[in-house]
């Protein structure tokens, strides 16, 4: 039971489908991953070949070109996506049209296959960079780098100061300044931000959500979350699964 709630954490981190027993939309999932910059979840979700993906729609009847649209269209939608956390417009398009491009001179559909994961990844360090970017010193970059993969536990000052070799207050004060929030601000919102991607790609319960990201009791993560987002965990999950619902509905007719 020790490691219990790492492994859960750590799958929904790494798998795309095998916790995630109904995910409501996977495609949403793959474009939140490259634009948070989440390098290791970007390479496990691009792990599959494109070519036999299940459920890929008929676009051409030729196989070559109806890979090609396919890959001109994600390729878009993950420009705009990375566009939306922070890249600037003229990166983010030229990147889609380089990409575009060598799809587009591609003789082979394997060659388009090779290209995707090149693609997303490509787009995913330049999201993790722009974040890191934004930091002006290496220990600070090196706490939040900790504490995005550490969300499962009670991360604390002491074990970010010892991991950096700077006493509390001092990092304390660097980590206000260059990131804008106090130390216990910034771990709340990642594990909150966690949690509701969790209740909408996923189908836990907000209490075994409270119980993977270490808050202290349900009723404090109700708190936190209703605070940051204006709803109970579960009412923002009931109203995300409508939401898809009726999106869902609206892209069948």
Known sequence: MKYQKELVYRNYIQLENN???APYNPELEFY???KSGDLEKTKELCK???LTKPGLGTLSDSFLRNIRYHFVITT??????CIEGGLDLTTSYSLSDFYILKADNAKTPEEIDELHPEMCMDYAKRM???RKNKI???PVAVCIDYICENLHTRISINTLSDLVKLNTSYLSRLFKKESGKTISAYIQDKKIETARNMLIYSDFSPALIASILAFPSQSYFTEIFRKKTGMTPKNYQVSN?????????????
């Open 48 to 50: 599959g070949s494109i």
């Open 19 to 21: 916790i995630l027993h």
């Open 136 to 138: 002006c010193s290496k």
């Open 241 to 253: 699964f409508r939401n898809m619902q009726i999106g869902n509905s609206d892209a069948d007719e």
């Open 128 to 130: 993790k960079n722009l």
């Open 76 to 81: 878009a939608l993950v420009a705009r996506y």
């Open 32 to 34: 939140s991953v490259i």
